[in-house]
């Protein structure tokens, strides 16, 4: 199946982030389109994981406009932007240590469980209803995953592979319309990476996901995305496809420095 | 108007002892992430020690020099507490390195326990008086400025300044010396200042022992004040709120935030408690803190707290 | 029987989601409520009900409340004390100012009152953390302990301070002897308890538990941290209302507003420490270790002490008894910090494999 790339779903203009006096990004304007695979590159401290933490919320731009399906985008909350349709990974695995995996991923259906809390806490009628619906949906996301073997492990016990796919499930859980992956494949070894390329591209697939992607990997990122931003020092300096990215001199210089 | 300024003077005072026994929380929390309840404990230990000491040394000297007791007795007790955090350091923290806060806390609570139970075993549990020969008269200040004038109580001015002394030295240490540095370090991250050779263990047996010696002094003037008992085990919950608003991990904080609840608690007692019926000191200070706290988070002088994703 | 799960297959997800997936455990639990019904009440006697069990159970349900705001939503709180007065308070008032209002009714009426109380105290939680959040629970304890004391109303203008209540019955049975105290205590546990278990295992429970894991990741996946922590809050301090006012109402009978102190508050989050946090049994088995500790130590000290021809004067009793129960709590926090009930986990996970570890 043949996947069509469809019109802009997110807009970012001009956005300017500061922490105190560090400009964390400045003035960065790109646009991601429905259905594809948009890739966020650039070296370390280049404003990638803050770009991210703009489009789902966390961190608020002093500057910029963000159009959300054409609807400019106000200052949002993270659960707010989730509710939207936004579901993000996390560069450090930031997954409920606490909790088994079934847990975890379960969290993620969490805006879509209704039932009262009286009601839970009886463990009744539409409550156990929609809790055993969910499980049911959440199984599928353990069985596309492949960690049908591990779901009542708890995550702290799980390597870091298993651990990034468990984070990669939870954001799934919430079928998001844009999904955003920061460093899926960091610390990984050449098997574990085609597994988690095969989970992104077939997101991608079945599902229609826009997937913003973050990834140092130059192969994978070349590879799996349609169009590639590149930053550096909170700067855009490149947007377009793989190979023109990949042959502009610009990017070049910030990635080998200036002297090559 | 004398009046007012008479209750403001009086406040400040109090804040002063609050803002050294906030002092004892903040170089513990400061130096190994450790919210150490135990802080009132150690200032009636400390009191107790030195008020025993001072009348066992006195007796032995046939109470002919209080200045020679009182300071045998003063080493004595600097001695005890130096006892307290070896143990402290040597039984307790070295086995609870990185766990979680409110373990530590509730491990603050347990050493709260034992200090008080040894405290009591050990030198007895009346009220006892510890007499450094302080003045004790007050004086009549500003007569010429306001009706009446101003009645300041010799003794806490001297407390004051004391306080205030030993806030500077404090400060110094902390900034200048390479032991302040390491304390610095260790609050910062107990692995990583582990893995560049700072002695962990040293640390904070030397952090613990300023702390006692800080809980001494200020059970010294508390004693000398009020007498030594059980009740000053309590200060330590009326030190929190100081914390709390001037922020965990500053100095200065402890400081500023002592006077102004010190200065906090009086007016309201002498303005706000007449008309609800009285006693509202010590939640007053609390909600205080709490207001603070919902604007700036991380109290008037704490760090600013970002979280990272 | 082997304690296996063996041959016990799970073909629904239903069944995969009870309270109890092994079998085993079920059975077990079951026969202690059943025994704790039925053959307690015929074995303990007055002493027992008194001093050790009617106080186990109270606490317990306390405990089981501090432990769902402090072990599962993470959120530290020293304040419970606070809120077990503001539920029996309340219910006091309810009592006597409503006509004919049931005793159930009551008590649950002061559970809610202070889980208003804890939602009104649990607004700084969404600013601050931690330590902070600690110390402002404090607020909440020393200003009940002054209002309770200070403000004639709460008290129906009682001119000693203290309130009493008489006569407890709940539709026509007479809740007089200790027995029928302990029974009414336990109905009201097992009641709780099962909430609880229901509530963590639900989506409200892993709201909380995301929140205490990992705040940021738990908004960013849609859970809102206001409702999340404030739910917490709320059902917390039921429990522990609820529990405060049994306390009041069915061990006390007559009390003040220092049985609610901050000594209280200390207690119970040691119960849930001690215990276990985040775990149901820990805030039995904390709660159990906390009320029978202090009476063994009194009982064995003096005994000790005569044993070596020592007299042991009551104060050097309790000055022994506190630094007993210090060390004692130091020990337990270095030898497992995760509490009683991970040992209870381990052993269980151990006797699941036993005779073959591999």
């Known amino acids: ?4 790339i469809g019109d802009v779903i997110l807009d970012l203009q001009n956005i300017s982030l500061r922490f105190g006096g560090v400009k964390a990004l400045t003035d960065i304007s790109f646009d991601i389109r429905e259905h594809e695979v948009r890739a966020i590159i650039g070296p370390n401290g280049a404003g990638k994981s803050s770009m991210l933490n703009v489009i789902n919320g966390v961190y608020h731009p002093q500057e910029g406009k963000i159009f959300y399906r054409g609807a400019e985008r106000k200052k949002m909350e993270p659960h707010m932007a989730a509710s939207t349709g936004i579901a993000r990974t996390f560069q450090n695995i930031a997954l409920f240590k606490g909790m088994s995996v079934l847990d975890n991923i379960m969290t993620g259906r969490t805006l879509k469980m209704k039932s009262n809390m009286l009601l839970q806490a009886m463990w009744f009628g539409p409550a156990q209803k929609e809790e055993l619906a969910h499980r049911r949906k959440v199984e599928e996301i353990i069985d596309f995953l492949e960690i049908q073997h591990i779901r009542k492990t708890p995550v702290g016990r799980l390597p ?29 070894n050449v098997e574990e990476k085609q597994d988690m390329c095969r989970f992104i591209l077939d997101v991608n697939d079945q599902f229609g996901t826009t997937i913003v992607l973050i990834e140092h990997d130059m192969g994978v990122v070349m590879d799996i995305s349609d169009r590639v931003v590149v930053l550096d020092y909170g700067k855009k300096i490149g947007d377009g496809l793989p190979d023109e990215v990949r042959s502009s001199p610009e990017v070049i210089k910030a990635y080998l420095g200036a002297g090559h | 108007m004398g009046f007012f300024i008479e209750t403001l003077i009086g406040g400040l005072m109090a804040g002063m002892l609050y803002s050294l026994v906030a002092l004892g929380f903040v170089l513990i929390f400061k130096s190994s992430g450790v919210f150490n309840f135990a802080q009132g404990a150690m200032v009636l230990f400390a009191a107790l020690a030195m008020a025993r000491f001072s009348e066992w040394a006195n007796a032995a000297l046939g109470g002919n020099s209080l200045f020679l007791a ?26 609870l390195v990185n766990q979680e806060g409110a373990t530590l806390l509730m491990v603050t609570l347990g050493i709260t326990y034992v200090l008080e139970g040894v405290g009591q075993t050990i030198f007895g549990s009346e009220i006892y008086n510890i007499d450094v020969g302080m003045p004790k008269e007050p004086v009549m200040m500003f007569e010429n400025l306001f009706e009446g004038g101003i009645l300041i109580n010799k003794e806490d001015f001297i407390a004051a300044l004391i306080a ?5 030295l404090l400060t110094l240490f902390f900034q200048k010396t390479p032991v302040g540095r390491a304390l610095r370090a260790v609050a910062d991250d107990h692995q990583a200042a582990l893995s560049i050779g700072i002695p962990l263990n040293r640390i904070w047996v030397i952090v613990w022992l300023v702390a006692g010696v800080v809980a001494l002094v200020a059970g010294i003037i508390w004693g000398s004040k009020l007498g030594v008992q059980f009740s000053l085990a309590t200060v330590a919950l009326r030190a929190l709120p100081v914390v709390i608003l001037g922020g965990l991990t500053s100095v200065p904080g402890a400081i500023v935030g002592g006077l102004i609840i010190g200065v906090g608690e009086k007016l309201s007692e002498v303005y706000i408690g007449p008309m609800v019926g009285g006693g509202i000191e010590i939640w007053f200070a609390y909600v205080l803190a709490l207001v603070v706290l919902l604007f700036r988070p991380q109290g008037l002088f704490g760090e600013k707290i970002i979280n990272r994703v | 029987m082997l304690y296996r799960e063996n041959g016990q297959f799970k073909t629904t997800y239903a069944a995969d989601q009870q309270i109890f997936t092994i079998a085993q455990d079920k059975w077990f639990v079951l026969g202690i409520v059943a025994f704790a019904f039925l053959a307690v ?5 007055e002493y027992m009900f008194r001093a050790i069990l009617i106080p186990f159970l109270i606490l317990s349900l306390a405990a089981l409340g501090v432990n769902l705001l402090v072990g599962y939503c ?31 009714g009551a008590l649950l009426l002061g559970g809610l009152t202070s889980a208003g109380m804890g939602i009104l105290f649990g607004i700084p939680s969404l600013r ?20 309770f004391l200070r403000i004639k109303w709460f008290t129906n203008d009682s001119s000693s301070g203290s309130v009493s209540v008489s006569d407890l019955s709940v539709f026509g049975w007479v809740i007089d002897s200790p027995a029928e105290k302990y029974l009414f205590c336990l109905g009201f546990i097992v009641v709780f308890a099962v909430i609880a278990k229901n509530m963590t295992r639900a989506t409200i429970g892993r709201q909380w538990m995301a929140i205490r894991d990992m705040d940021v990741a738990a908004e960013v996946i849609g859970i809102r941290p206001m409702y999340a922590k404030l739910s917490a809050f709320a059902v917390s301090s039921f429990f522990v209302g609820v529990a405060g006012a049994l306390w009041g109402f069915v061990h006390l009978g007559s009390w003040e507003p220092a049985a609610f102190s901050v000594d209280r508050s200390f207690q119970l989050l040691f119960m849930v420490i001690i215990g276990g946090l985040g775990s149901i049994l820990g805030s039995f088995v904390g709660a159990a270790f906390i009320v029978i500790l202090p009476i063994f130590l009194n009982q064995f000290l003096p005994a000790l002490g005569g044993l070596l021809g020592l007299h042991i004067s009551t104060a050097a009793v309790s000055h022994a008894e506190l ?27 151990k006797l699941r494999l036993w005779p073959f570890p591999h």
């Open chain 1, 1 to 4: 199946m043949s996947r069509k």
């Open chain 3, 323 to 349: 630094i007993i129960f210090g060390s004692l709590i130091v020990f337990f926090l270095i030898v497992e910090p995760h509490g009683l009930a991970r040992l209870w986990a381990i052993a269980k996970e």
């Open chain 3, 41 to 45: 009440p015929m074995l303990a006697d």
């Open chain 2, 70 to 95: 009182n300071l045998i007795a003063f080493v004595g007790a600097g001695a005890t507490m130096w006892l307290v955090a070896w143990v402290v350091e040597r039984f307790v923290l070295r086995k």
């Open chain 1, 160 to 188: 870091y592979g298993l651990q990034k796919r468990v984070d990669l499930g939870r954001a799934l859980a919430m079928e998001p319309q844009i999904l955003l992956l920061d460093e899926p494949m960091a610390g990984m």
């Open chain 2, 164 to 168: 205030a002394l030993l806030v500077g």
């Open chain 3, 128 to 147: 601050v953390r931690g330590l902070y959040l600690a110390v402002a629970t404090l607020a909440a304890q020393f200003f009940c302990d002054w209002a």
């Open chain 3, 74 to 104: 993470g959120q530290i709180t020293l304040g419970a004390g606070a809120f077990m007065a503001v539920g029996a308070y309340a219910a006091y008032n309810f009592l006597i100012r409503i006509d004919g209002m049931p005793l159930i």
